[in-house]
């Protein structure tokens, strides 16, 4: 959660935290600070757009030699859950959505909501 500056701290005021809903044996946690967010140290250019952000994120499963998993996303997460899908589906198994983005109408974001 937190939008573009999306980062795994944000999960402690979430209401659902997965770092501290499931359980520990039966699942390993990976997650990561999008780029210029909390502790990444990662920049962003002019250039950058969701395809930087896609390549980061498959990037970080093959570091890690992931070649399946499940994926939770939420806020811009299911965003970014269904560019993972739709560019590499035979990488994961499930995929678990909350709070998407882009539904209403957000106090907080100039024009006409969608």
């Known amino acids: ?5 999306s980062s795994l701290a944000k999960f402690e005021s979430h209401p659902y935290n997965p ?5 520990e044996t039966k699942f390993q946690l990976i997650g990561m600070d999008q780029r210029f967010a909390n502790r990444s140290t990662g920049t962003v250019r002019s250039g950058d757009g969701w395809h930087t952000f896609l390549a980061d994120q ?13 994926v939770l996303g939420s806020c811009i997460g299911p965003s970014f859950a269904f560019q993972l899908l739709r560019e590499v589906p035979s990488r ?7 709070q998407p983005i882009g539904l209403t109408k957000h106090t907080t974001e100039p024009g006409t909501p969608w």
Do not use: N, T, Y
């Open 1 to 5: 959660p937190g939008g573009m500056r």
């Open 19 to 23: 770092w501290s809903a499931l359980p």
């Open 58 to 70: 498959i990037a970080l499963l093959d570091h890690l030699e992931i070649q399946k998993c499940h």
């Open 92 to 98: 994961f198994g499930r995929c678990v959505l909350l």
